[in-house]
Antibody
Framework: QVQLQESGPGLVKPSGTLSLTCGVSGGSISSSNYWSWVRQPPGKGLEWIGEIDHSGSTNYKPSLMGRITISVDKSKKQFSLRLTSVTAADTAVYYC????????????WGQGTTVTVSS | QSVLTQPPSVSGAPGQRVTISCTGSSSNIGAGYDVHWYQQLPGTAPKLLIYGNSNRPSGVPDRFSGSKSGTSASLAITGLRAEDEADYYCQSYDSSLSSSGVFGTGTKVTVL
């Protein structure tokens, strides 16, 4: 059974770079899935921010284009999120998730990690 | 702002039936993209509740059902139970946003 675990700094300074990693265990990261990132600002709803598929193709939320990069490291069985020029608006719980196909939904989620943007 | 609109809250007594609507447009639900539903209990990660408009993953009670018609989708909970009190989100994709994913605004279900 696939499990996901986010890791990374919990505090990032304004204008800095947010970097998170999602480790994949119990299954292959090379199988035909989309590996996704979703965030949730404090007290607010879920926000889809981007994904990468097994071939390395990415799809990002348009409003984040230019600041966001999602990559995958198959040898380490992990995928990563990099968000540059962060502001307080990027403060959120960040979740990684697996999407087996557009028709199957985000079926496996990490527990989430809180990232605060503050000086 | 989300392109999928849900009512902020719905409530019902134990045993009752409640429904949550998810209203989209011709570029997302109306374009044929599937709708998925998630349940988020306080302080926890979301859990897939319904996938592909109306399918339940293994382990999800049949009290939960989903449907889709035109540019909208709905989630119904029958035989409401105290443990159903949570936030619920619909999710789909949008062709006007480069086929990126989109979530609904979220609905808080309260069991009276």
């Amino acid at each position: 059974q696939v499990q996901l675990q986010e890791s990374g700094p919990g505090l990032v300074k304004p204008s800095g770079t947010l970097s998170l990693t999602c480790g994949v265990s119990g299954g292959s990261i090379s199988s035909s899935n989309y590996w996704s990132w979703v965030r949730q600002p404090p007290g607010k709803g879920l926000e889809w921010i981007g994904e990468i598929d097994h071939s390395g193709s990415t799809n990002y939320k348009p409003s984040l284009m230019g600041r966001i990069t999602i990559s995958v490291d198959k040898s380490k069985k992990q995928f990563s999120l990099r968000l540059t020029s962060v502001t307080a608006a990027d403060t959120a719980v960040y979740y990684c998730a697996r999407d087996p196909a557009r028709s199957l939904g985000l079926d496996v989620w990490g527990q989430g990690t809180t990232v605060t943007v503050s000086s | 702002q989300s392109v999928l609109t849900q009512p902020p809250s719905v409530s019902g007594a134990p045993g009752q039936r409640v429904t949550i609507s998810c209203t989209g447009s011709s570029s997302n639900i109306g374009a044929g993209y599937d709708v998925h539903w998630y349940q988020q209990l306080p302080g926890t990660a979301p859990k897939l509740l319904i996938y592909g408009n109306s399918n339940r993953p293994s382990g999800v009670p049949d009290r939960f059902s989903g449907s889709k018609s035109g540019t909208s989708a709905s989630l119904a909970i029958t035989g409401l139970r105290a443990e159903d009190e949570a936030d619920y989100y619909c999710q789909s994709y949008d062709s006007s946003l480069s086929s990126s994913g989109v979530f609904g605004t979220g609905t808080k279900v309260t069991v009276l």
